[in-house]
């Protein structure tokens, strides 16, 4: 090797090396600080963030944490009806999102074909609907659900605004399992005279239920961290709401409110912000753990 | 005909859900023009760009609504994120491809994934709390240009390095294998082999990082510093659009709120410009014919 | 719904073919054939990859309605009924016209279940009448001692030649008048592939087979009568149609002959 290509590939190799350190390192300070300000926080005399005293005295400080309600506008207490709120407006999301999503994904993938019009139609709009920003959703959510039909700060308006947001992932992801069902056993449904129904029932939906299992469990993650879409669809009441009509405050705006509309917040901002990181960690692991169990299954001996 | 008509009806069932999952892309363009169309009217489309300055509230002089120094801001933190992104991100998915042995690459890439995965309020807080501090040491305030540079950056980089790893990951081995037949360093490789034959796809992973850039919301509202004027440094604050809207859209009326849905459109239009722009250099993810 | 007449005992044709033209998207697959299936026999089509044997075997079934692009001209006759007419119920034709893959496609479920979905679906609602038809069934192509202590097991653990002949009981067991069979044995062993001969020209007793095959030798062994169908760029056609003793033996179209000594395809 010629001394010039030498040097050309020793650069290529410091880069290619050095980029991994510095990522995983940026990555991992972002991790632990979060992992120990947000532990901290619960460590009875510790000084917060902020350095404005202590709260949670004695032992199970997490569990109080978990199941109280905020005081002082979320200073002190926990983020009882925060998680509560969290909840429903994740269900009203699901509720909304998973029927028409794995019926559209039926339609894209076995109704149409790869180059009807119409199906192709169908997919831009949902890339597009993919690269949607979500502030815009936010806005659209609005206009639609809190203005024209007159749902106001809601919890079902901003379920329903993270479902049109959760519903592209859901479908691709639904749509990929379909096409993974090999057509051999379409063939062998059709040769043995199943109507479409049960082809799609008994036969397709049954199949490709992992895929769709961990497409729907990654749409919980992305709803769970999405806040601008929320800002201005459900609120920022922080007491638990009565009805699916009432505001309620979602985890991640409690942080963002916390830390930038309350002095003293930091502290509690950083323990919901651990909160929300483990559940975040439980739903990837659920998803890879799924992945794995159902990819195994496909492996068929023969 | 029992049997079939409960697939006739099934068929209709799928088919009208396709539909409404199709139109939503639709009804999103349609309300924002909707809503923006009271701010066009009255303030009228020249004042976006000629107004003094980005001041809705202003009653004194009907507000200024000068959404010039808000677009650059989007445009400066955008462009600075890819620019730290691009190389960082290309070098993980060529770290991944190429040099990693072992489990280490897969680990990494499952480390980036989980990266692209933290919700954005989480990276906003540990801007603020932990990277404005220090860059207001150097220069203060700490909520600026920089901030919001750096942190935006960390966010689309998974996005930017797993794109351009499936899209390295799809070169043809057949391309590789005659590249070290004829004796070709594993560098020489990587960029005379690799990426030009990736180029396509790493072009589309830098432009859907821009597009995410350009979305983002909550961590640069927590640390770019909120500032409506056209920053004259790095250290300056400074605004973007989607700052503009979360913070104002609470309190906004009338024709300061149809303004802020004209802000919607600017950023619409944008993202899908660039994501036009990914479309028509053809290769996608998935979608690579092999 | 329309009735389908099973076969009775007139010699009339089980299944037939008339001027049947297959075309994908304009592509023509096979040109005009013409040809019938005797009641209770074996027929072969013999003839080199890409000649049509699989899109004539999927028009029997209209199992070519799968294929948009796909295009049936010509009479495709079961009894007395033209089943490309549009008013067939294809789902009612399907049962009893039943059919085999190159690779078995049995469902990922019970061995059971597999031979019960076919049942149910066509409206056996009574458990213990499944119950009693799977076992008969799975006596009839003799794998019930091989199975019947694992009928609540996955089916897919069966080995290839098992699962083959499972897939065989799955179509057998809505009694279906003809058995189409495309390469059944090209997907199995040599002792597997024994098993299955010997099991085709047992359901011969039941049945109209009609099997599509690439082995000439297996055609010699188990069928009644040959077709063999020749592919060039004009599409498929049939080449020469007998009984199998006089095609192999007394060839009349050159063709036929130099496929046969394995000087062509």
């Given at each position: 090797m010629t001394r010039h290509k030498l040097g050309w590939n020793v650069l290529m190799a410091v880069g290619a090396w050095s980029t991994p350190v510095i990522v995983a390192g940026l990555f991992l300070w972002l991790l632990v600080d979060v992992a120990i300000r947000g532990w901290l926080a619960f460590v009875p005399g510790s000084p917060d963030a902020s350095g404005t005293g202590t709260w949670l005295q004695g032992p199970g400080q997490i569990v109080q944490f978990l199941t109280s309600a905020p005081l002082r506008a979320g200073r002190a207490g926990g983020i009882a009806p925060i998680l509560v709120s969290t909840g429903l407006i994740l269900s009203v999301c699901l509720a909304a999102s998973f029927p028409i999503g794995i019926a559209a994904a039926l339609f894209l993938s076995e109704v149409v074909s790869e180059h009807h019009r119409f199906g192709r139609f169908v997919r831009c709009s949902l890339d597009v609907l993919a690269g949607v920003p979500s502030i815009v959703f936010g806005l659209f959510g609005n206009a639609l659900f809190c203005r024209l039909l007159g749902f106001r700060f809601s919890i079902l308006a901003g379920g329903l605004t993270l479902a049109c947001m959760v519903l592209p992932l859901l479908i691709r992801s639904a749509e990929e399992s379909f096409r993974a069902v090999p057509i051999s056993q379409r063939q062998a449904a059709a040769a043995l005279g199943f109507s479409r129904c049960s082809t799609l029932f008994r036969v397709v939906i049954p199949q490709a239920s992992g895929g769709i299992a961990v497409g729907l469990i990654l749409g919980i993650g992305r709803a769970l961290a999405e806040t601008a879409a929320l800002i201005f669809t459900s609120g920022y009441v922080d007491r638990t709401p009565t009805s699916l009509f009432d505001s309620g405050r979602s985890l991640s705006i409690h942080i963002y409110e916390l830390s930038m509309n309350v002095p003293g917040g930091n502290r509690n901002a950083y323990a919901s912000a651990l909160v929300l990181i483990v559940l975040l960690v439980i739903i990837n692991a659920l998803a890879q753990w799924l992945t794995a169990r159902f990819l195994q299954r496909q492996i068929l001996p023969i | 005909m029992f049997r079939s008509s409960n697939d006739q009806r099934l068929t209709t069932f799928l088919c009208g859900s396709a539909t409404m999952a199709g139109l939503i892309s639709l009804l999103i363009v349609v309300f924002l023009v909707l809503e923006s169309i009271p701010a066009l009217s009255h303030i009228g489309l020249s004042r976006f760009v000629t107004?003094?300055?980005?001041?809705?509230?202003?009653?004194a002089d009907q507000g200024a609504f000068n959404l010039l120094p808000i677009v650059v801001g989007t445009l400066l933190a955008s462009a600075g994120a890819i620019l730290i992104a691009a190389p960082l991100g290309i070098l993980s998915a060529i770290f991944i491809q190429f040099y990693a042995p072992g489990r280490l690459g897969r680990v990494y890439l499952q480390m980036v994934e989980l990266m692209a995965g933290v919700p954005s309020v989480v990276f906003g807080l540990w801007g603020l709390i932990v990277i404005v501090p220090l860059v207001a040491r150097v220069?203060?305030?700490?909520?600026s240009l920089l901030t919001a540079v750096l942190i935006l950056s960390m966010m689309i980089l998974p996005t930017v390095a797993m794109l351009s790893h499936a899209a390295l990951a799809s070169v043809p081995r057949e391309f590789l294998i005659a590249a070290a037949a004829l004796g070709f360093s594993r560098g020489t490789t990587i960029v005379c082999v690799a990426v030009p034959a990736a180029r396509s796809g790493l072009a589309t992973a830098l432009l859907l990082g821009l597009v995410r850039a350009v979305g983002e919301t909550m961590a640069v509202v927590m640390v770019c510093g909120n500032v409506t004027r056209i920053p004259s440094s790095l250290f300056d604050p400074v605004r973007t659009l989607t700052a503009t809207v979360a913070l104002e859209m609470g309190y906004a009326r009338g024709d300061h709120r149809s303004a802020l849905f004209v802000c919607g459109i600017v950023l619409l239009m944008g993202v899908a410009g660039l994501v036009g722009a990914s479309e028509l250099l053809g290769s996608r993810r998935g979608h690579d014919p092999a | 719904m329309t009735n389908l007449e099973p076969n009775s005992a007139l010699p009339r044709p089980a299944m037939s073919v008339e001027n049947l033209t297959i075309r994908y998207g304009g592509k023509i697959a096979l040109r005009s054939v013409t040809l019938s299936f005797a009641p209770r026999s074996i027929t072969a089509l013999i003839g080199p990859s890409g000649c049509g044997k699989t899109s004539l075997l999927s028009s029997l079934n209209r199992l070519t309605d799968l294929i948009p692009s796909c295009q049936l001209d010509g009479i495709v006759c079961l009894g007395e009924r033209n089943i490309l007419d549009r008013t067939i119920d294809v789902v009612e034709l399907r049962r009893h016209v039943g059919m085999i893959f190159q690779r078995p496609n049995l469902f990922p479920m019970t061995i059971r279940r597999n031979l019960e979905l076919p049942l149910r679906e066509h409206g056996w609602r009574d458990a213990r009448k499944r119950s009693q038809k799977v076992e008969q069934t799975l006596l009839d192509v003799g794998l019930w001692d091989e199975v019947k202590d694992r009928l609540?097991?996955?089916?897919?653990?069966?080995s290839g030649g098992q699962q083959q002949r499972l897939c065989l009981a799955r179509a057998l067991i809505l009694d279906p008048e003809v058995i189409l069979l495309d390469e059944p044995c090209s997907a199995l062993d040599p002792i597997s592939t024994g098993v299955v001969e010997e099991l085709l020209v047992r359901l011969r007793e039941k049945c109209t087979l009609v099997i599509a095959t690439h082995n000439l030798g297996q055609a010699r062994r188990i069928s009644d009568r040959c077709a063999l169908l020749w592919g060039d760029a004009d599409g498929g056609r049939l080449v020469e149609e007998a009984e199998t003793n006089v095609l192999f033996d007394r060839p009349q179209d050159p063709l036929t002959q130099a496929f046969l000594g394995g000087q062509i395809g």
């Open positions: - | 107004d003094a300055s980005w001041h809705p509230a202003d009653v220069h203060p305030p700490g909520q | 609540d097991r996955p089916a897919l653990t069966l």
